[in-house]
C-alpha cells in the first residue's frame, strides 16, 4: 500500500521528531500554566507550539491536524488577549485537543492519514471560542480507530506478562547440554539477545497518561556529536596499535623475540587494552539518554488523575538529567506509571482527610533520579496515609496469599513487600486505576528484568517511598566469577556486597538450617550448589555475603576466579531458569551467566 505522503515520507519523519517533542514540552506547559495563568511567558510559548505544529501538518496536507491545531492556536490567542480567563474547565478541553493531537500522530508514524478529531472535542473548542457558558466535560479517551487494535484491559495485562506459554520445562543438566545451549562460538560474537517485545499499554481510564505511541519502539537515537567525535577518535587509536602489533607480530616470526622487542610487545597490548577500554565506554555512553525524556510525561498524567479522584497533588521532579540506557527508559515507562498512578489512588489523602491530620490540602509526589555508583537510583515519594504493616498481613492472608504463621512471623518491612505478591490489593472496589491486584507484581517484575531491585519503606500518615535500583545499562553486566565443582559461574555483581574465607566450624545450625554470625548479624548460608541441585561441598573454602531484594544471605562456593564485565549472550532455543544467558571467559570457556533473584525465589 503507497504511502498517502509520496516523496514526503522522509519530511514527515522529520516532523513527528520534532513535532513530537514540542507535544511533550507542551503538556508540561499546559499543567505549569494551569496554576500560573498569568504568565505571559508561557502562554506565548504554548501558542507558537501550536503554530509550529499547525504549520509542519500544513505543509504535508494534514487537514484534519491542521483544523484541530487552528482551533486551539486561537484560543491561546484569546487567552493572550484576555477575552478568554484560563479555568479547570477550559483547561480540561485543551488537554483533549492534545490528546486528539498525539492520537493523530499515531497514524501518521505508520504512514496513515489521520482521520478527524473527535466530534466532542472540536464542539467544544468552537464552545470555548464563541463564548458559550457551561462547557460540558468531554472525557478524554480517544480509543483507535480499527485500523488500531484496542488496548488490553488489565486482566489481559497480567496475562501477557505473567503466561509461561505452556508448562514450565525443567532444566536440563547443565554439563550435558551446555555445548546445544550456547550457539556456535563463531557465531556468538555477532549476535545479540531478541528484541525486547513492546509492553502492553496500560488499561484505558476516563483519563489517559500523557504517552504518545507507547506500543511502538523507537527505532533511532540523538547522539551528541562530541560523543561521536570521542568514538571516531578512539578507533583511529586503535588503528594504529592495531599496526604496531601487526608490526610486532612479523618481527617476533621471523626470529626477533630480544628482551626490547618483547617489551615493546607488552606496552602495546596495554595500550590496546586501555583503549578497548576507554572506546567500550565510549560507546556505551552514546546509548545514555535524560531520564528526563521519560520524567516529562508524567506531570500531565498526574494533572488529570488528581482532577479525576478530587484530589490536590503537585508531581515534584528532580534529577531529569541523570542518563540512563536508551532502551532502559523505555522498559521503565510502565512500571513507573504503575507506581505514580498507585501513589495517587493509595497514597495521597484527600484534601479533607489532610487538613484533618494538619497537612496542607495539596498533597506531593516527588520523582526523583541520581547516579549512584555504576547503578541509577530512582525514588517516587508522596506524603499520603503511607502503609500499614498489620493491614497488609490481615489482607495477604484474607486473600489466601500466606498463611496466619507466615504472616505474624513477619516484620513490618516484610509485611509491606508483600504489596508485590499477584493478587494483592487493598482496594475493596475495583476502578478504572486499581484493584484488580495486579500493579505491583507486575512492576517488580518488570524490575527485575532490567536486573534492577524495588524496596518500598513506610511510615504510618506520613508517606511511602519506593526506591528503584538499576544498573546503567544492560549491554555490559558487572559479575562476579566464581567456580563449584570445577565449574565456572557469574553472579551479578550488584548483588555482591563481601567476599569472606570460611570457616566450617564458623557455620552454625539454626531451626534446621545453616548460619553463621558475621559482625553480630545472624545470616542464613546457602550454597551455590544447593541452588543448582548439585551435590554440595563437603568444605567450602569461601563465602559471598550477598544482596537480593528481600533479604541478605551468605553463598558458599569453592573459590572465586575474579571480577570482570561481561555481555550476556541468549542461550539458544530454551532458557533453563534461574540462568540467564552465557559469556566467554578470557582463556575462551563458556561461563553460565545466573540469574540470581529467580534462584534465591525458587529456593525460599
Known amino acids: 500500500m503507497s504511502s498517502p505522503f509520496g516523496a514526503m515520507t522522509d ?52 487537514t484534519p491536524l491542521v483544523s484541530l491545531c487552528h482551533r486551539t492556536e486561537n484560543l491561546f490567542d484569546k487567552l493572550r488577549t484576555e477575552t478568554l480567563v484560563l479555568s479547570p474547565e477550559l483547561m480540561d478541553h485543551i488537554m483533549d485537543a492534545t490528546a486528539a493531537v498525539r492520537h493523530m500522530f499515531g ?109 511502538i519502539r523507537e527505532a533511532s537515537i540523538r547522539v551528541d556529536i562530541n560523543r561521536l567525535d570521542m568514538v571516531l577518535n ?14 610486532l607480530r612479523t618481527g617476533i616470526l621471523n626470529g626477533t623475540n630480544d628482551g626490547d622487542t618483547l617489551h615493546a610487545l607488552d606496552e602495546a597490548v596495554s595500550q590496546l587494552d586501555l583503549l578497548v577500554g576507554n572506546l567500550q565506554n565510549a560507546v556505551m555512553k552514546t546509548r545514555m539518554q535524560p531520564i528526563g525524556r521519560l520524567f516529562q510525561k508524567f506531570p500531565r498524567m498526574v494533572r488529570d488523575l488528581s482532577r479525576q479522584l ?36 493509595h497514597g495521597v489523602d484527600s484534601p479533607d482527610e489532610r487538613l484533618a491530620q494538619g497537612k496542607p490540602a495539596c ?63 487493598t482496594k475493596q472496589e475495583i476502578s478504572d486505576i486499581s484493584g484488580r491486584g495486579v500493579g505491583m507484581d507486575v512492576v517488580k517484575t518488570n524490575i527485575q528484568k532490567l536486573n ?39 553472579v551479578p555483581l550488584s548483588m555482591v556486597r563481601e567476599i569472606l574465607p570460611i570457616d566450617p566450624s564458623q557455620i552454625q545450625e539454626v531451626s534446621g538450617r545453616a548460619t553463621m554470625v558475621l559482625r553480630n548479624e545472624v545470616l542464613p548460608v546457602r550454597s551455590l550448589a544447593s541452588f543448582i541441585h548439585w551435590p554440595d ?38 532458557k533453563p531458569e534461574g540462568v540467564a544467558g552465557a559469556t566467554l571467559s578470557g582463556d575462551g570457556g563458556i561461563v553460565l551467566v545466573l540469574d540470581m533473584e529467580t534462584l534465591v525465589n525458587k529456593a525460599a
Open 452 to 490: 534492577g531491585r524495588i524496596d518500598v519503606r513506610s511510615t504510618i500518615n506520613q508517606g511511602t517511598n519506593f526506591l528503584i535500583s538499576l544498573p546503567l545499562t544492560l549491554a555490559i553486566l558487572p559479575v562476579l566469577i566464581v567456580e563449584v565443582s570445577g565449574q565456572p559461574f557469574a
Open 107 to 215: 497514524f501518521l508514524t505508520q504512514n496513515q492519514m489521520p482521520p478527524a478529531a473527535d466530534e466532542a472535542v472540536l464542539l467544544a473548542l468552537d464552545a470555548a471560542l464563541s463564548n458559550q457558558p457551561a462547557l460540558p466535560t468531554v472525557p478524554s479517551t480517544h480509543q483507535p480507530s480499527h485500523q488500531q487494535k484496542p488496548q488490553p484491559d488489565w486482566d489481559s495485562l497480567y496475562n501477557a506478562l505473567t503466561d509461561q506459554h505452556g508448562p514450565v520445562r525443567k532444566p536440563p543438566e547443565i554439563t550435558d547440554t551446555i555445548q546445544t545451549l550456547i550457539q556456535p562460538l563463531n557465531e556468538v560474537s555477532n549476535t545479540s539477545p531478541p528484541p525486547a517485545k513492546p509492553a502492553p499499554a496500560s488499561r484505558p481510564s476516563t483519563i489517559q497518561p500523557a504517552a504518545s505511541n507507547s506500543g
Open 310 to 345: 478530587g484530589k490536590e497533588v503537585e508531581l515534584v521532579i528532580e534529577g531529569e538529567d541523570t542518563e540512563i540506557d536508551k532502551t532502559m527508559i523505555e522498559d521503565l515507562n510502565d512500571p513507573l506509571v504503575h507506581l505514580i498512578r498507585n501513589a495517587l489512588d
Open 234 to 247: 578512539l578507533a583511529g587509536e586503535i588503528g594504529l596499535t592495531k599496526n604496531r602489533l601487526t608490526c
Open 363 to 425: 498533597g506531593i509526589i516527588r520523582l526523583s533520579a541520581m547516579q549512584s555508583g555504576d547503578h541509577i537510583l530512582i525514588e517516587i515519594n508522596d506524603d499520603g496515609r503511607g502503609i500499614n504493616p498489620e493491614t497488609i498481613r490481615n489482607v495477604a492472608v484474607q486473600k489466601g496469599l500466606i498463611d496466619i504463621v507466615s504472616a505474624k512471623s513477619l516484620d513490618d518491612k516484610q509485611a509491606c513487600n508483600l504489596i508485590f505478591m499477584p493478587g494483592f490489593s
Open 11 to 62: 519530511l514527515l519523519g522529520d516532523f513527528l521528531t520534532e513535532a513530537g517533542e514540542l507535544l511533550s514540552d507542551l503538556d508540561n506547559k499546559l499543567v505549569e500554566l494551569e496554576k500560573n495563568p498569568n504568565d505571559r511567558g508561557l502562554l506565548n510559548d504554548i501558542f507558537r507550539s501550536f503554530h509550529t505544529i499547525k504549520g509542519g501538518a500544513g505543509f504535508l496536507n494534514v
Open 537 to 574: 561441598s563437603d568444605n567450602p573454602a569461601f563465602g559471598v555475603l550477598m544482596h537480593s531484594a528481600e533479604t541478605s544471605f551468605i553463598l558458599t562456593i569453592d573459590r572465586f576466579i575474579g571480577q570482570d564485565d561481561v555481555v550476556i549472550k541468549p542461550l539458544l532455543d530454551i
